[in-house]
């Protein structure tokens, strides 16, 4: 007899079936609900959504703004989105370029449907944030990685090798820069170098940009907003998620040429049919009236930095880059090769709830990820925790 369960997972198409699960998921399983367990495996911090920017979201339900929106967002919204990047990158933005999306993950979502055809390819830089390739493999594209290397200058990328995999069923280029795990940060002349390749080849590039203002090395990351021009193929991704503490609000951005706002509208009409109202004023808050909330998270973000950087520095069995950019720091363990285990029993043996390497690729594989941005008392203890580990467990 043939179980039902197992039949009706047959059923599937096969990329809906042979979805990765996520490696962060399971240690968070592990741990969830631990008294005292101090999580960092989280990309989030620790601080909840100020007030300004939720009483925006009340007060927008509580006069009845209830009723389905405009698709590609509140016209305030995208104004607003225009003359916020306009501050950032002193050059013009138009509001009918921004489109607004259920998070970064829905802007990543509808960038690649926009692109990208099953068995097409798209080639990330590794480790990587797993669900660029979680939503790739959903789409029924594959993805061709390309290593990022730890050396004295940190996390660097080489652009040949880069080049090099970009074979004819490659459609797209995906850069997170800075980049989720490590902290990469492209600069302007190697994102220069992948924009005249990707122009050359006619292919499309995904900039996932949200860390931008997460950036150690002198104000705003290096950033292709800086260097593109009209008929560039270029889908930016943002998200409110980081800047504002609204991880689990669900709202952020897609950036693209405005000639695609008719595709853009359709994807958006067959997947959500649009983000709601009250969230989108809470987003106008945050973008007008919200400079010092991201303020304070870039603070946070660079004391955690800082105190991540002295626990793990005297440490022989630790290897490490701080960060350029992005909030966590990524960590490789001599003689723990298995960053699941270790994540498991740094969970059970020390209290603190890290993310294996393993869940950003096999790229990543012996690494641990921290997410720093959380209050200083906080973190100095789970440094505490996690070096006394060490000390006892690594060499
Ligand atoms: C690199 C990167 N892009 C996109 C996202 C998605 O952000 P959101 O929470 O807005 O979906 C994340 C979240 O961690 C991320 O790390």
């Not at 999580?39 to 939720?54: F, H, K, N, V, Y």
Request: proline share 6%; with cysteine; net charge neutral.
């Amino acid at each position: 007899m043939t179980d039902p369960a197992a039949a009706l997972l047959a059923g599937l198409r096969p990329a809906a079936r042979a979805l990765p699960s996520s490696g962060i998921v399971r240690v968070f399983n592990h741990g969830r609900g631990r008294p005292g367990l101090i999580p960092m495996w989280a990309g989030e911090g620790d601080m909840p959504t100020p007030r300004l920017i939720a009483d925006a979201a009340a007060a927008s339900l509580a006069c009845g703004e209830t009723f389905y929106t405009a698709q590609l967002g509140l016209p305030e919204l995208r104004a607003a989105l225009a003359r916020y990047h306009a501050d950032i990158y002193a050059r013009p933005f138009k509001a009918d370029e921004f489109f607004v999306t259920g998070g970064g993950m829905q802007a990543i979502q509808i960038a690649l449907q926009l692109i990208l055809d099953a068995g097409e390819e798209v080639v990330i830089p590794a480790p990587a944030w797993p669900n660029f390739e979680g939503a790739i493999r959903a789409l029924g594209g594959r993805v061709r990685t390309v290593p990022l290397r730890l050396g004295p200058a940190g996390w660097t990328l080489d652009l040949d090798a880069l080049f090099a995999v970009c074979g004819p069923g490659v459609r797209a280029i995906f850069v997170n820069s800075p980049g989720n795990p490590t902290g990469w940060t492209a600069s302007r002349a190697e994102l220069r170098a992948i924009l005249d390749f990707a122009r050359q080849r006619g292919l499309w590039i995904v900039a996932d940009e949200i860390y931008g203002r997460f950036h150690y090395e002198g104000g705003v990351a290096p950033s292709f907003q800086e260097i593109r021009e009209k008929g560039d193929r270029l889908l930016f991704v943002q998200t409110f998620s980081k800047m504002w503490a609204m991880t689990g609000w669900r709202i952020g951005w897609l950036q693209a040429p405005k000639a695609l706002a008719g595709a853009i509208e359709s994807l958006i009409q067959y997947n959500t049919s649009g983000v709601a109202a009250f969230m989108q004023r809470a987003g106008i808050v945050a973008l007008q009236e919200g400079r010092a909330i991201a303020g304070e998270q870039i603070a946070r973000a660079a004391t955690g930095r800082e105190i991540v950087r002295q626990a793990l520095a005297p440490l022989n069995s630790v290897r490490f880059a701080p960060p350029a950019g992005a909030f966590y720091q990524f960590f490789h363990i001599e003689g723990q090769a298995d960053s699941m285990a270790t994540a498991l029993r740094l969970v059970d043996e020390a209290n603190i709830g890290l993310a294996p390497g393993i869940a950003f690729g096999a790229e990543g594989e012996g690494h641990l990820r921290i997410c720093f941005l959380r209050s200083a008392t906080e973190l100095e203890e789970a440094m505490r925790r996690l070096t006394g580990w060490l000390s006892r467990n690594a060499g």
